[in-house]
């Protein structure tokens, strides 16, 4: 498959594994399918294997079609053959479809508020799918030719919190890679920091005195540092990737063909840089059951602002519950509208509500009051969306997109349902390790020094 920019769609295109390799396109656009495939029968899945591996792999196929071709650069692109074993070692775990005990409240015949529960993997947020699946390509693309003598290749990551861990526990031992982690101070919850500064060997931690929106901004302007990219031998895991974004497709489909009622999967996905948002969309492009698909953001609302007025004001993120969403400017923006490009197809496939912190706080009693369920708070955003659907008579079978779970979250959750929640094994070992990270200034030269001064590993 051939991708392209979204900035230049008709300008030079290159390879998958070329657009997994670089993460960012050329001219800062971000890689994008030149054409966008759709799967003759998706509903049809084998009836031995319906593992989320196999459904990984049947909906990525035609994305990686060709990719074990020579390119016309001449570089063999070895992916295609190893499909099969990335899904299988990226995708280790489930993202069950949960349904929420309605009782007493009138949802019609086959209706149901659903949870599909992204937060089985190591550090215990959807993230985990996409790094794993982009770690599992990167490490194939580097093998090939890979001599001793050659520097290891640097992963440069800026997280609101989830993305970081997610990513260095799937570089974290591996050889070849470094990765370099770079999050707000002060706006991740005490155990995601505890978590992001837990790995140490080929991971390194950096707190910085800024915003999200401020670590972003530096990791754009690393990449755009030719001296930097070429000594670090520099790599993006942000959700940019490809390699991060196409694997989320996974869940979404295999959630739309689970029986349990008529008509397609209506969706709500938690929405931040509108990585999780993009993969819904097009894995209902690709051809599987999914209906209507509504983004939550929490009271960063640049994206329902835009949905509505058409205008795209990115603004400075304020600091909410739910912070893993705290996005004034959402990088996948651009796929959302290079998908849709006119306003009006756009508002027919997307719809967005914003939900301030009351709304989450209200939202997470609220769940645990009518089913005794813990929700973390972006999931919450989703929740509260999908109470007011209802509320407008929203009918069928909705699930929203579990982002993570509870526990990372402990301090905002715990105090509103008055109970504690318990941390999953994976994310309980992490907090047992010890922790640190370095502090560093919020400007591109603090952190070129920071960069340049890592030993090899
Ligand atoms: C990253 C994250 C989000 C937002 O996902 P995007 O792909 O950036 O829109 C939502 N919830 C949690 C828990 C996250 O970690």
Known sequence: MRCVSTRSPSGPSVTLSQAISLGLAPDGGLFVPATMPRLAAPATLPAYDTSLAAVAE???????????????????????????????????????LRALP?????????????LLELFHGPTAAFKDFGARFLAECLARLEAPGSSGSR?????????????????????HGRPGFRVVVLYPDGRVSARQAHQLGAFGGNVH???V???????????????????LTEALRLGSANSISLGRLLPQMAYYAKASLQPGGAGPLHVVVPTGNLGNAVACLWA????????DVVLATNANRVLPRFL?????????SVATLANAMDVGAPSNLERLVYAFPESAALRAHVRADAV??????????????????????????????????????????WAVAATAHPAKFDTVVEPLIGASVPAPPTLAALLARPSSAVPLAPDAEALRGALLGLSEP
Not at 102 to 114: M, T, V
Not at 308 to 316: A, D, K, S, V
């Open 151 to 171: 520097r290891s290749r640097t992963i440069l990551v800026a997280t609101s919190g989830d993305t970081g861990a997610a990513v260095a526990a799937a570089f």
């Open 205 to 207: 931690t950096f707190r």
């Open 58 to 96: 049947r909906c990525l196929t035609p994305f990686f079609e060709g990719e074990g071709l020579e390119s016309p650069e001449g570089v063999a692109a070895p992916l295609a053959s190893e499909l099969r074993a990335i899904c299988r070692a990226a995708f280790t775990f489930d993202a069950p």
């Open 308 to 316: 509505e007025t058409g205008l795209y004001e990115p603004r400075p």
């Open 356 to 397: 301030d912190d009351a709304g989450i706080e209200a939202a997470i009693r609220r769940e645990w009051r009518r089913s005794g369920i813990a929700l973390c708070p972006h999931t919450a955003c989703g929740l509260e969306v999908l109470e007011r659907l209802r509320a407008h008579g929203a009918a069928g079978r």
């Open 102 to 114: 309605r009782e007493g409240r009138r949802l019609a015949d086959g209706d149901a508020d659903l």
């Open 284 to 291: 209902k492009l690709l051809g599987f059951p999914i209906g």
């Open 209 to 227: 005195g800024g915003t999200f929106d401020d670590c972003q901004r530096l990791v754009k302007q690393a990449f755009g540092d030719a001296t």
